[in-house]
């Protein structure tokens, strides 16, 4: 059973701060997808990996994956309120099975 | 128009009722899914239409019925739920199944079974 698990399952930082959030799964795959999602909203894309050390960036956001250790990152730098949210992994196996991570509960405090 | 739109937002049924959940996307998708996520929870996958079949169920109990009329509509029928079916149920599509594509979620659709 392929096991998808985010570390930490709840964050709380202060503004300015960096962070890393962790996802580890159990099975090989080297398709990776991060979400965010706001308090009773619906997800949103924000990064999609697609090969071993891939790496992007978007604003204070950086997301990279490692198929070989079965890990994906995705580091905050310089935390603002705004980034307060869930942020979930998703790992796809087969094409049209996403498995979500346990999710990080994200609150930035000023 | 990059949109999956599902309606209704919100609905509180009793266990005893017929309702209708219902997603659209006009991107030209082939793939349609359903997932169900509890509260502070990740979304656990229910159902996968490609190309309007049913591909994948992931047993799901039978008081949840799937249906694909067309490639750009994905209606959920429910019928004698329990309470701890409420949930968030969201609908996805991407452009096929098989290959690796993103999924693009709709906004959802909160129930309460009471």
């Known amino acids: 059973e392929l096991k998808v698990e985010q570390n930490p399952l709840f964050l709380s930082m202060q503004e300015g701060k960096n962070y890393t959030i962790y996802c580890n799964y159990s099975t090989t795959s080297d398709r990776l997808y991060w979400y965010r999602q706001d308090p009773g909203k619906s997800l949103e894309s924000l990064f999609v990996l697609l090969s071993n050390g891939a790496v992007k960036q978007e604003g204070r956001l950086m997301a990279s994956l490692d198929t070989k250790a079965r890990l994906s990152t995705l580091h905050i730098t310089a935390a603002v309120h705004d980034l307060s949210a869930t942020y979930f992994c998703?790992?796809?196996?087969?094409?049209?099975?996403?498995?979500f991570g346990t999710g990080t509960s994200l609150t930035v405090i000023p | 128009d990059t949109e999956v739109t599902q309606t209704p937002k919100h609905l509180v049924m009793g266990m005893t009722n017929k309702k209708s959940l219902k997603c659209e996307q006009h991107m030209g998708h082939r793939a349609m899914y359903w997932y169900k996520q509890k509260a502070k929870k990740p979304p656990e996958l229910m159902f996968v239409y490609s190309y309007e079949k049913l591909s994948i169920n992931e047993s799901v109990p039978s008081r949840f019925s799937p249906e694909c009329p067309n490639s750009s509509l994905l209606n959920l029928h429910l019928h004698a739920l329990q309470p701890e079916d409420s949930a968030l149920y969201l609908c996805a599509s991407s452009q096929g199944t098989g290959v690796f594509y993103e999924q693009y979620f709709g906004p959802g659709t909160r129930l309460t079974v009471t």
């Open positions: 998703a790992v796809d196996i087969t094409g049209n099975q996403f498995y």
